[in-house]
């Protein structure tokens, strides 16, 4: 069983659609987040929950739209995707909010 | 100044030596910091904790300078299997994990 899911693992769509990737757990992990990897490699945090409680919410267009339906599960919604939204998205888990990270295997999107 | 800082890299290392990279970061206040693995087109996984007193798990061996506020990590005996982006992973102002820009190595036969 994979521990952090994370789906579409490919997305390819128009610049001002609307898309969505889905993360699930089952570690049992209290905290989840998003991360972002851009063209460069840069790893930068976006939004983390806590128990369904957003506690991190970096300098992230309001375009972007996190939501936990519950403990195990983290969506990311991007409303009218711009060229530079075009990177790989990935969703971790941990069971403290500075332990260890376990990754979903990424979700690459591209924005043409 | 960078929160994580890291040497891009890449470090060209021969099969079998041995090559050792740092990572700087800013908040004198961090506690938790840690060296994940990241191969091409993968997500990235822990590769050790760096506690105070350092950290060894094999050919791996991290280290804590809180002095000038650096970890290291150093891989000794190097196999092309090594050959990967390591970040580095420190706690910043709330709680925040903080990724650095990541150390590319190559190891070649």
């Known amino acids: 069983d994979t521990a952090v899911s994370q789906t579409p693992k490919y997305l390819v769509t128009q610049m001002g659609n609307d898309k969505s990737i889905k993360c699930e757990q089952n570690?049992?992990?209290?905290?989840m987040y998003w991360y972002k990897q851009d063209s460069k490699k840069f790893l930068k945090i976006m939004f983390s929950y806590n128990n369904k409680e957003l506690i991190i919410n970096e300098t992230v267009p309001n375009r972007f739209s996190p939501k936990s339906p519950d403990k195990a599960h983290l969506n990311l919604h991007i409303n009218s995707l711009e060229l530079g939204d075009s990177a790989v998205y990935f969703c971790a888990s941990s069971r403290r909010r500075d332990g260890e990270l376990f990754f979903g295997e990424g979700s690459r999107l591209t924005v043409l | 100044r960078k929160e994580v800082e890291q040497d891009p890299g890449p470090f060209n290392v021969p099969e079998g030596a041995t090559v050792a990279f740092n990572c700087t970061y800013s908040n004198s206040a961090s506690q938790s910091f840690f060296w994940y693995r990241q191969d091409c087109r993968k997500e990235p996984k822990l590769l050790m904790s760096v506690y105070s007193s350092g950290n060894e798990d094999g050919r791996f061996t991290a280290q804590l300078n809180r002095a000038s506020q650096y970890i290291s990590l150093l891989i000794r005996d190097s196999k092309l299997s090594d050959s990967a982006t390591y970040l580095c992973v420190v706690n910043s102002a709330g709680n925040k994990l903080t990724f650095g820009g990541g150390t590319r190595v190559l190891v070649k036969p």
């Open positions: 570690l049992g992990h209290d905290t």
